[in-house]
């Protein structure tokens, strides 16, 4: 049996933190940046937690 690939767009947008968490970047952080207040921009900046709805379906995606 051939082993199962992990999805390469999965494996660049999310990481597994030491306590088994998944982590992600925010969106609407690329362009358009004028309209944003700075305050918005620096929290966009930090990581954040995958939803735990949605954590098994990214877990499928990393094969973990």
């Known amino acids: 049996m051939p082993k199962v ?3 390469s767009s999965a ?3 999310f990481k597994l933190s ?5 982590r992600r970047k ?5 362009h358009i940046l004028t309209k944003k ?3 918005q921009k620096r929290n966009l900046t930090k990581m954040g937690n995958v939803h735990e709805s ?5 877990k499928d ?4």
């Open 5 to 7: 690939k992990t999805k």
């Open 11 to 13: 494996k660049k947008r």
């Open 18 to 22: 030491g306590t088994g968490k998944i």
């Open 26 to 30: 925010h969106a609407y952080k690329s």
């Open 37 to 39: 207040t700075t305050k």
């Open 54 to 58: 949605d954590e098994g379906r990214v």
């Open 61 to 64: 995606m990393l094969r973990i």
